[in-house]
């Protein structure tokens, strides 16, 4: 029997949602169980699983905090509740080392909180990061790699026993042991015309998905102009546009069914357009790394094309959108293998391998 503790990042739902996808080929090798730790996305965990999964709802980590109806980052509200989130560090290891002995636990996984990586250490267990970024990257960013919050953090992650490096990574991470993979997401549950048809949009109609994530917490207004004819948008971030059911989670089907994805540069939402060759509109929240890698491979790779924030809520980008998405759509006939294809087996037998 192998037991695995999985610590799920609780900035947005983007780690939550391509966890889901790793944990889904964990179990599927007899003898594996899974125990998931997370709040923001506890409820999409225990819905994806149906108690195949244990899920314990409590926080992992906070991520940073977002300026209101900004696109940048509050520093001095982030370094507040960075000094606070570390504070709670010496009670989550003393929770966690009861949970891991009682449950017999033999592997620790982290996306990608760092406190996991000291319990496995303690633990005398081994232990996997899974990301394309890690705090450190983000916070040294912020506030220096000399601060004494982020050298903290950083000594944790280098503690881990293994690193997988998913796509759109950032330069000079200093996890160890780093093995480069390729795309991991969910994959569609639900066929395009499936998906049309529950939206209510014909076949003709080229449909744009627009998405900020669930990690602004404070979205910045967009501004809406006249449709072109024969476009049609779906968010249910934007006012007088298709709505997608609350009660419905699978994200990835709504950027398959779409012809163009308009969204920040977060890992979840660029993984699921690439996996599917839907053309990207993308921006970047001002001053956070993760989104700068994303966005200079997207831009790269010929299949997005990068705007700025104040252009992004303006929507200049419908007048030439269908011409846009023509030109990228042909760059995905020659993308390389790590983006071309999805790897969440791969990634599944890299943890069990430890």
Known sequence: ???????????????????????????????????????????LFADSFNKKVGVTPKRNDFGVINKKNDFSTDNEGTYSRLSEWKST?????KEEKRFCKGNDISIIVSDISPQPFILANDLGIPSVAVSNFTWHCIYSSLFGKNDPLVKDIGDSYRLASKSIILPFEQDNMILPSQTKTGLVCRDIEKSRSEIRNMLGVSKRDFLIFVSMGFSMENMPGFKIPEMPKGIRLVSNQLPNAIRIPSNFYNSQDIVAASDLVACKSGYTTVAESVSKKVPMVITAR??????????????????????????????DYLSNCMEFASRAKEQY??????????????????????
């Open 89 to 93: 560090w010496d009670d989550f290891l």
């Open 286 to 315: 001002d001053g956070f790394v993760d989104d700068e890698a994303i966005c200079s491979k997207v831009e790269k790779l010929g299949i997005g094309m990068r705007i700025p924030n104040r252009d992004f809520l303006s929507m």
């Open 333 to 354: 006939n020659s993308l390389p293998k790590r983006f071309s294809s999805l790897h969440n087996e791969e990634v599944a037998r890299i943890i069990l391998s430890c």
């Open 1 to 43: 029997m192998i037991n695995i503790r999985y610590y799920s990042s609780d900035h947005g739902l983007g780690h939550v949602s391509r966890d889901i996808a790793i944990i889904k080929e964990l179990i599927k090798v007899p003898g594996v169980r899974v125990f998931v730790r997370n709040l923001s996305g506890s409820k």
